[in-house]
């Protein structure tokens, strides 16, 4: 249980480092230690409050396929700005990326929707690092 739970918050906290370097709108006060405290709070975060949010939100989750899963996360994600000092997001501001093969536009997100945006981009991040991991 320990080391799930370490492992977890390893993935977490580079998921975040690795998501301020290339989007804008999330604030760490305190640079790396808000960073490692934001990854303890999302992962204890994960670990006991996501799974009574996704049981709340088990209807709609089932109506909308499994889409509405990303809800769940942004509501996690906002509990740990209320309980994280100096972790704050603002907004959500990707200045875009183009190269020969691919361009993705510059997008801008604010409000909820920015909690939705940072916990879709969160959970594939984490997703593909723990995936790198097994």
């Known amino acids: 249980m320990i080391r799930h739970a370490l492992k977890h918050f390893l993935i977490n906290a580079v998921s975040l480092y690795l998501i301020s370097l290339a989007v804008s709108g999330m604030v760490f006060a305190n640079g790396t230690n808000t960073v490692l405290l934001t990854g303890v709070a999302l992962t204890l975060a994960s670990l006991i409050v996501k799974p ?32 994280v000092p100096g972790f704050k997001i603002v907004d959500f501001a990707f200045k875009g990326f183009s190269s020969y093969w691919i361009s993705i536009p510059q997008i801008s997100l604010g409000g909820v929707v920015a909690f939705i945006a940072f ?15 097994k």
């Open 52 to 83: 009574i949010i996704n049981i709340l939100l088990l209807p709609i989750n089932l109506i909308t396929f499994g889409l509405f899963r990303w809800v769940g996360y942004a509501i996690t994600l906002y509990i740990v700005t209320l309980v």
């Open 119 to 133: 916990s879709f981009i969160i959970s594939i991040i984490s997703s593909f690092i723990d995936w790198l991991l």
